[in-house]
């Protein structure tokens, strides 16, 4: 089945600077990455998702990348700000509609 | 329109017990999956439900089982409930096998 790994497993910033939390996954059928933002004691929501057939999205100051060859994706997050603090969710599955598989999850800290 | 509604919201057991949890899907949602999440172990995939069968399911012991209804509402059980089992359970729902995931807030079982 499929395997992702996500890190790092904390990540404090300054506001303003910005973050990059990377995920690596296993199975190269995998052809959707989500990305999946958990705010303290809420439920995890959906920020952006990329699919195999672009390298590369963005919305506003988050980004996504994605490297099939590598089997890697990654999460940017420019500009950041304190109520980007939360626990960030990669994932992947594969077209056949198998489970989505997450990663570990990213606690990123924005520090004023 | 409603989100993913998830009840009881929070509940003790003891050791032994056995606990029922349900999740109402977004209207028109006809997969549900469950998550087990726990502090240091991100979410963990339960099993995922499309049209009243189950599709996929992870690697959780026969104690954990569910089922999904015509109305696509579904429900997990844990039987003789252990200590580990202790977690925020959450449901997700999505448009069909593909789609975003829509997560509940979650019931938050306590174990003692």
């Known amino acids: 089945g499929e395997n992702v790994e996500q890190h790092p497993s904390t990540l404090s910033v300054q506001e303003g600077d910005s973050a990059v939390i990377k995920c690596t996954y296993s199975d190269s059928a995998s052809n959707y990455f989500p990305w999946y933002k958990q705010e303290l004691g809420k439920r995890p929501q959906l920020i952006i998702d990329i699919r195999s057939n672009v390298g590369e999205k963005k919305d506003q100051r988050i980004a996504v990348t994605l490297n099939k060859t590598a089997k890697h994706f990654s999460l940017h997050i420019t500009e950041t700000q304190p109520e980007d603090s939360a626990v960030y969710f990669c994932?992947?599955?594969?077209?056949?509609?198998?489970?989505?598989?997450f990663g570990g999850g990213t606690r990123l800290m924005v520090k004023p | 329109k409603a989100g993913v509604t998830q009840t009881p919201r929070y509940l003790i057991k003891t050791r032994g017990q056995q606990v029922t949890l349900s999740c109402s899907p977004i209207s028109g949602h006809r997969s549900v999956s469950w998550y087990q999440q726990t502090p240091g172990q991100g979410l963990q995939f339960l099993f995922e439900?499309?049209?009243?069968?189950?599709?996929n399911k992870g690697n959780f012991p026969g104690r954990f089982s569910g089922r999904q209804f015509s109305n696509s509402r579904s429900e997990m059980n844990v039987s003789t409930l252990e200590l580990g089992d202790s977690a925020l359970y959450l449901c997700?729902?999505?448009?069909?096998?593909?789609?975003?995931?829509?997560f509940g807030e979650g019931s938050r079982l306590t174990v003692l």
């Open positions: 997700a729902s999505s448009l069909d096998i593909s789609g975003e995931l829509f």
């Open positions: 439900y499309f049209s009243e069968t189950q599709r």
């Open positions: 994932a992947a599955r594969d077209n056949a509609g198998n489970m989505l598989t």
